[in-house]
T-cell receptor, first 110, second 111 residues
């Protein structure tokens, strides 16, 4: 089925560790984005990309890096995890009207 | 930037209508969305409306847009226990631009 695939679904990290959250879409959409969801805060944009080779910062980019080498993939990197990055992370894509979201990655930093 | 406001909680009885409200600051928003999130799940697109429309109806869902007051609402008719979830209002501009979300309204349906 066409859609957005996020891996892993769950992850526990120690403070200072690094990791990459994966996002892949098979909808051939140019636009992809990463959000984090925290209780009472809604979804806040971390980074987004309007096509391969192009990325831009969102509302809360600090502590996160992204790259977009292919249309399909948009990984999110945490270089040195902090407890404040404990959250649920969603990847999303759009080709025009509606956005399609992945099922999320629940990350806990201890 | 765009500011999107929603009340945090709404409680209704099963069979009643629910109305979830959203206000925003940027009148140039082109697309206005309603998403539903059930516990532990991702976001499900319920419906959306273009800024040149006043109303959109889709089965039990009615979206009303008042551009003058920058007010968007989602009405759910005959609310069921399966409608219990968090509902997010989201907006964006023309083209491939980021979605800006409200903080979400938690709808509780009492049997």
């Amino acid at each position: 089925n066409a859609g957005v695939t996020q891996t892993p679904k769950f992850q526990v990290l120690k403070t200072g560790q690094s990791m990459t959250l994966q996002c892949a879409q098979d909808m051939n959409h140019e636009y992809m984005s990463w959000y984090r969801q925290d209780p009472g805060m809604g979804l806040r944009l971390i980074h987004y990309s309007v096509g391969a080779g192009i990325t831009d910062q969102g509302e809360v980019p600090n502590g996160y890096n992204v790259s977009r080498s292919t249309t399909e993939d948009f990984p999110l990197r945490l270089l040195s995890a902090a407890p404040s990055q404990t959250s649920v992370y969603f990847c999303a894509t759009t080709g025009g009207d509606g956005y399609t979201f992945g099922s999320g990655t629940r990350l806990t930093v201890v | 930037g765009e500011d999107v406001e929603q009340s945090l909680f709404l409680s209704v009885r099963e069979g009643d209508s629910s109305v979830i409200n959203c206000t925003y600051t940027d009148s140039s928003s082109t697309y206005l969305y309603w998403y539903k999130q059930e516990p532990g799940a991702g976001l499900q697109l319920l419906t959306y409306i273009f800024s040149n429309m006043d109303m959109k109806q889709d089965q039990r869902l009615t979206v009303l847009l008042n551009k003058k007051d920058k007010h968007l609402s989602l009405r759910i008719a005959d609310t069921q226990t399966g409608d219990s979830a968090i509902y997010f209002c989201a907006l964006r501009w023309e083209g491939n631009t980021p979605l800006v979300f409200g903080k979400g309204t938690r709808l509780s349906v009492i049997a």
